[in-house]
Structures are given as structure tokens and as C-alpha cells.
């Protein structure tokens, strides 16, 4: 019997005489090698402002209104089916993250679909105008946005999206 890199080699399978315990690293090398791998999750993700009773509709859109509630959409496939976490991370104009989203969720079935929304808001100070001008307050909100997606601290996919007034 010799020992490479801390693995044990035997030197005859058959021998009858050969201690238990001299299989256990050859157990557990075949275990590792004919059990069942994971392949890995893949994501869907869109974005989309249309909902109905809360629940948003499979259209994709990239452009969106300053009043809109703007729903990021994740359908995951092949994860585990244990306890996991989404993280979204929502990014504005100017780089400055707006919004951190995690929600924890068990996967039950094959393929599972969660979501994150956010709504922008104006600043108080803008309210007592937004009669004579709809995007009065917003302008911080105009442009290219990003969002970020991270399951299990994995980022998964990101999207841009813009918002107009």
C-alpha cells in the first residue's frame, strides 16, 4: 500500500485480508464521483410596468414613466431545492444605489418565479407644483437605470432600463 497527495491506493481490491478501512478513501472517491451533479440554474429575467391584482404580465419593456411601478421579474430553474436569497440591487442615473431588495425564498418546484418592484417617488417639496409640471421633482429620476441581480450573493444577470417623464 502507498500513499499519494494524501490518498490511499490499494494494492489489491481482492485481497479478503486487507482491513476495512483501507476502502473508506476509495468509498468515498467513488462516492464523489458517481453522485448526481447539479447542473447549474439559469435565469430569465424581464422588466415590465404592466400588472394585474398585483401580479405582473409576461411584457417586457425598457422604457419607463415616472409614475410607473417598475417590476423586475425573475424566473430561476434547476436551483436546489433548499432555502435561497435574491438580492436586487437598483442602481440610477448617477450610480447611486436607490434600492436593495433581498427577499429569501424556498424553492419548491423545478422552476420559480419571484419579483421586486419599485415605485419613485417625488419629493415633497415638488407635490405643491406637479399640477403644472407632471415631472416637477422627478428629474433626478430621468435616465439610464441598472439593476442588478444576485441570488445566493451570486451575481446572476443585470439589466438597464430607462425612465422618461
Known sequence: MSTTLGVTELESLSDAHTPLRFYRP???ALFFCTAPVLADANYSIFLTSQARDGVP??????????????????TAKGLSKTQHELEAVWRDPHGKERERTRYPFLV???????WVWLKLHRSPD??????MNPSAGMDEFVGDW???FFV????????DFRVIC
Open 108 to 114: 419548491r418546484y423545478d422552476e420559480e418565479r419571484l
Open 126 to 131: 415638488a407635490a405643491l407644483v406637479q399640477f
Open 152 to 159: 445566493d450573493g451570486k451575481l446572476v444577470d443585470q439589466r
Open 146 to 148: 441598472n439593476i442588478k
Open 57 to 74: 404580465l409576461a411584457e417586457p419593456a425598457t422604457e419607463f414613466g415616472c409614475s410607473d411601478r417598475i417590476y423586475a421579474v425573475v
Open 26 to 28: 476509495l468509498a468515498v
